[in-house]
């Protein structure tokens, strides 16, 4: 950055080509504000009009139709139990792997990224039953076990690659002062690992708060229903003939994913790429 | 007398340390072995024993042998659902690489005011959870009020009015798989925007000395530098592909028909509504293995690509 070259005609034109690329991503968005204030009258009689008043019951109409306090409620709880499953396991683990090396650790290891190739779908059924046999059917810590088990691969891969990275001697030091592997942990390494823990509560929250198929499976109580399965509803038992309260559906259900990405779209960048990029 | 104490106590220091440092190691990775035993090896092995099984959930299960992988592959539903599989990651990489690759390319090479902004807006629909996404497919694709067809029958034009998106055989594909490569080419283009930024930056000084410049420079310098970086998306689009299940069932349950159905989809429908578990797991044996190998030919490509890193 900084230093600008100008490529005269030909960046004009693709500057222009690629605006009207991230329009197409936008205006999907965008679109529902043009519907979202109308009547159905006067959507029927002139969808593409501009809005004449702001009508804000649709609104109120689309939240009732999807039931979504509920729904944003248990997709809290089922993010939150992710993390707080995932991250810890996923950082000591990762930690050991990265500091504590040796042929056993390695194999433990290895078994554990294979993990990360693993598909979901492979293990659907057993999963369902597994947790009726536990009792777990239809819980939201149902949900929240299986989740995190598949997303712990992929962060102690991660944690380890981190901790790999910083020096050993800080560890050493510590350790030399008298301070045990827990203290060295607690009070040396987690803290300087704190990046690596800002990408994966970011991260894991948007994994569990987007995820579908499983809470497809796991959960039949519509109490429970998190907000994608709500959405989901609301599209099989509504669809789009009412136009208006449909876009007022959109834009609310898309509002915490958007708020979230404004604020945070730097680290989701990051994580997802560091991610791809290590090993 | 004294010596031999010492060396005893010594001895005796070191293996309490040896240990602490085992019990240490130990509980540092027995949580996450523990979820991932409970909740993902078991199931795994479960799976591939049901998948020779006669189970429905209901009495007890039956040894059956190879019925019913022979069943599925007699089937259309899972014969559908397999194209499917292969036509979409086909696509995927026909499509949404080449595009992804040319945005990439333009956002690095040109850098404006516009470049910022759209390096975050081109993710944007990336991080939509898929059930949002296929709300807004409708959106767009449904046939009532979706808005192809409304500006269809606004501006007149009766043929973009009677396309029925999602319901007609030969179209609903290619509306999801449109919708898809809205959502998802984002991770392509920021996955090739940082391979690209990694590059030496003497490359593109080189290279416009030389006078290779602009989209030359891009063919042949900066694309052959992404073979390592291509191969691996081409594997991402391909295992994406076999797990694919929310966007067509969200959109379209499959339909009209099998014209939209996955692996995914005809392992729900198989497990969750006919309670097939047998047949359910038979298909979870396949996505799996076709992924495992998928991911091997990943490794063996970056291995060869890029020295083993």
């Known amino acids: ?27 999907p968005m965008l679109l529902p504000w043009m519907f979202v204030f109308k009547t159905q009258l006067e959507y029927a009689y002139d969808p593409w009009a501009w809005p004449k008043q ?15 306090g509920q729904g944003l409620l248990n997709t809290l709880i089922v993010s939150l139990g992710a993390i707080l499953v995932t991250v810890p396991s996923s950082a000591l683990a990762g930690y050991v792997f990265a500091k504590y090396r040796s042929k056993t650790t390695e194999i433990l290891f290895y078994a554990i990224l294979i993990g990360y190739f693993i598909p979901i779908q492979m ?14 059917s239809n819980t939201l810590i149902g949900l929240i076990l299986p989740m995190s088990a598949f997303l712990i691969p992929f962060w102690t891969l991660i944690y380890r690659s981190f901790f790999a990275a910083l020096p050993n001697e800080l560890s050493d030091a510590a350790r030399i002062d008298g301070a045990g592997h827990w203290a060295t942990l607690s009070r040396i390494m987690l803290p300087l690992a704190n990046p690596a823990t800002v990408l994966a509560l970011l991260l894991v929250f948007i994994s569990a708060w987007s995820d579908y198929f499983l809470s497809l499976i796991m959960l039949n109580d519509q109490k429970l229903f998190t907000m994608q399965l709500r959405v989901s509803q609301f599209l099989n038992a509504y669809g789009t003939d009412r136009m208006p309260r449909y876009a007022a559906a959109v834009i609310i259900s898309m509002a915490p994913t958007i708020i979230m990405y404004l604020f945070g779209h730097r680290w989701i960048l990051q994580g997802t790429l560091a991610g791809a990029i290590k090993e | 007398m004294q010596a031999g104490e010492l060396s005893a106590m010594s001895r005796q220091i070191r293996k309490k340390a040896e240990r602490d440092r085992r019990r240490f190691i130990f509980f540092c990775i027995l949580p996450a072995f523990l979820f991932l035993a409970v909740f993902m090896y ?32 007699a089937s259309e539903e899972f014969q559908q659902g397999l194209l499917h599989v292969f036509l979409w990651a086909f696509w995927s990489i026909i499509i949404q690489l080449p595009l992804a690759f040319f945005i990439a390319f333009s956002l690095t090479f040109y850098i404006n005011r516009f470049t910022r902004p759209m390096r975050a807006i081109f993710y944007l629909a990336n991080v939509l959870p898929s059930a949002i996404t296929a709300m807004l497919g409708k959106f767009v694709f449904s046939p009532t009020n979706g808005i192809l067809n409304s500006i269809g029958a606004n501006a007149g034009w009766k043929w973009l009015e009677d396309i029925d998106f999602l319901g007609d055989v030969h179209i609903a594909f290619w509306s999801v798989f449109a919708v898809a490569t809205w959502a ?23 290279a416009e000395i030389d006078g290779v410049t602009g989209w030359k420079y891009a063919w042949y310098i900066v694309l052959p530098n992404l073979k390592g970086a291509f191969r691996i998306l081409a594997v991402l689009c391909t295992i994406g592909s076999l797990k694919l299940f929310d966007l067509p069932y969200m959109m379209t349950t499959g339909g009209p028909g099998y014209a939209t159905i996955t692996l995914g989809i005809s392992l729900y429908r198989q497990g969750f509504i006919n309670w097939q578990y047998g047949r359910a797991s038979a298909i979870g044996v396949v996505i799996l293995i076709l992924s495992l190998v998928f991911t091997v030919l990943e490794f063996a490509g970056h291995g060869g690509d890029e020295g083993g890193k």
């Open chain 1, 1 to 27: 950055m900084g230093r600008h070259v100008r490529y005269g005609v030909p960046e004009v034109i693709i500057t222009i080509i690629l605006i009207l690329l991230s329009l197409t991503i936008l205006l």
């Open chain 1, 54 to 68: 702001f009508l804000w019951s649709n609104f109120q109409d689309a939240w009732e139709a999807i039931q979504i």
């Open chain 1, 123 to 136: 293990g659907l059924i057993p999963l369902y039953k597994l947790n009726i046999k536990l009792g777990l």
């Open chain 2, 42 to 73: 078991y199931p795994i092995a479960e799976t591939f024993r049901l998948s020779f099984m006669k189970s429905s959930g209901l009495g007890a299960d039956r040894f059956i042998g190879w019925e019913n992988y022979k069943k599925l592959f």
């Open chain 2, 184 to 206: 998802y080419t984002g991770f392509p283009i920021i996955f090739l925007m940082s391979k690209i930024e990694q590059m030496p930056k003497d490359m593109k000084e080189a």
